[in-house]
């Protein structure tokens, strides 16, 4: 079974340059995450997708942050315009969205963004 | 919110056996307890679930006493490998509000 997939791995950008990422999620996964894991700490919720509509966005800085799950698959997190302090590995993650029942989350291998 | 609390740093030598507790006094009743393991440069990746009594799969046990305010996730003799950052969550089954701490770093030496 493939895993959940982003890219890219790596970015390098300057302040207020824009950025996208990208994630494809487990084939039949309902529910997809992401999250900002800064350097030494745990990751950190931006978004939250169930098919195509958002579940949770509460923590998502929306002046600056945005993200969409076009047909319920694939997703994207734009950064515009970005901050020295978005300097962060963003992670995709997806589980089954089984109701009523514990969900497992599945991770990609992150995009790990510095931002100049 | 429901809140975990776990040791920072952890040690051990190889093959020996490691036990990681996590408090959690505030969990509510549909609250599962959630292990992730996450290798450096990589994503989290699930180990291991349960909500009451003892857990076991093929990587790790996991043990929650009556009262659930803790849970002790237990890693039988140790490698090299398993040096990683060990995150607890209470998650109430959909995911929802998940908080993840900063997890306890393990260190597993020669």
């Known amino acids: 079974e493939a895993g959940v997939a982003q890219s890219p791995r790596y970015k390098i950008i300057e302040k207020r340059q824009s950025v996208a990422f990208w994630c494809n999620p487990i084939?039949?996964?309902?529910?997809l995450y992401w999250y900002q894991q800064i350097l030494g700490q745990g990751p950190k919720l931006l978004i939250q997708?169930?098919?195509?509509?958002?579940?949770?966005d509460s923590q998502l800085p929306k002046d600056r942050f945005s993200a969409e799950r076009l047909k319920g698959v694939d997703s994207t997190l734009k950064i515009q315009p970005a901050k020295l302090e978005d300097s962060a590995v963003y992670l995709c993650?997806?589980?089954?969205?089984?109701?009523?029942?514990?969900?497992?989350?599945?991770f990609g291998p992150g995009t790990r963004l510095t931002v100049l | 919110l429901a809140k975990t609390t776990q040791p920072i740093s952890m040690d051990s030598y190889e093959g020996q056996e490691v036990n990681i507790t996590c408090s959690h006094n505030n969990i509510a009743t549909n609250d599962y307890i959630t292990w992730y393991q996450q290798f450096p440069s990589q994503g989290p990746r699930f180990i291991i679930q349960?909500?009451?009594?003892?857990v076991t799969n093929e990587v790790a046990s996991l043990f929650i006493p009556a009262d659930r305010k803790s849970s002790t996730l237990s890693l039988p003799r140790v490698s090299l490998s398993d040096t990683a950052v060990y995150y607890c969550l209470l998650n109430a089954g959909n995911n929802r509000k998940l908080i993840w701490g900063l997890g306890t770093s393990l260190a597993v030496n020669p």
């Open positions: 349960g909500y009451k009594t003892k």
């Open positions: 993650a997806s589980s089954p969205g089984t109701s009523g029942s514990p969900d497992t989350q599945y």
């Open positions: 997708f169930q098919n195509n509509g958002v579940v949770d």
């Open positions: 084939s039949g996964h309902a529910t």
